[in-house]
């Protein structure tokens, strides 16, 4: 079996480019439907995973980096940069 190499790859979580981290800078902020269901906790999946997304890039891009999620209303959850 012969496999096909692929140059120049971005890792995994780029290529997924689910959340603009990247490019945030302090003080901004993106809203993200709440369109993913509720958890086993009852909380909003969709606000854990922007959660768990914003630590895990902090902590592996810029240590500084601070995030806070927030559910706006019945739709809508808005992650902003604040450091």
Same mark, same amino acid.
Request: include cysteine; charged fraction near 30%; glycine fraction near 8%.
């Given at each position: 079996? #012969?496999?096909?190499?692929?140059?120049?790859?971005? !890792?995994?979580? %780029?290529?997924?480019?689910?959340? !603009?981290?990247?490019?945030? %800078?302090? /003080?901004?902020?993106?809203?993200?439907?709440?369109?993913?269901?509720? /958890?086993?906790?009852?909380?909003? *999946?969709?606000? @854990?995973?922007?959660? +768990? @997304?914003? +630590?895990?890039?902090?902590? +592996?891009?810029? @240590? #500084?980096a601070k995030f806070s999620v927030?559910?706006?209303?019945?739709?809508?959850?808005?992650? *902003? *940069?604040?450091?």
């Open positions: 079996m #012969t496999y096909e190499i692929i140059k120049n790859c971005p !890792p995994h979580r %780029e290529l997924r480019g689910q959340y !603009p981290f990247d490019q945030m %800078e302090v /003080g901004d902020a993106f809203d993200a439907p709440r369109n993913m269901g509720v /958890g086993a906790k009852g909380g909003c *999946r969709r606000q @854990s995973s922007i959660t +768990n @997304s914003a +630590n895990s890039w902090a902590k +592996n891009r810029n @240590s #500084t927030n559910i706006i209303d019945e739709k809508t959850v808005r992650c *902003r *940069r604040w450091k």
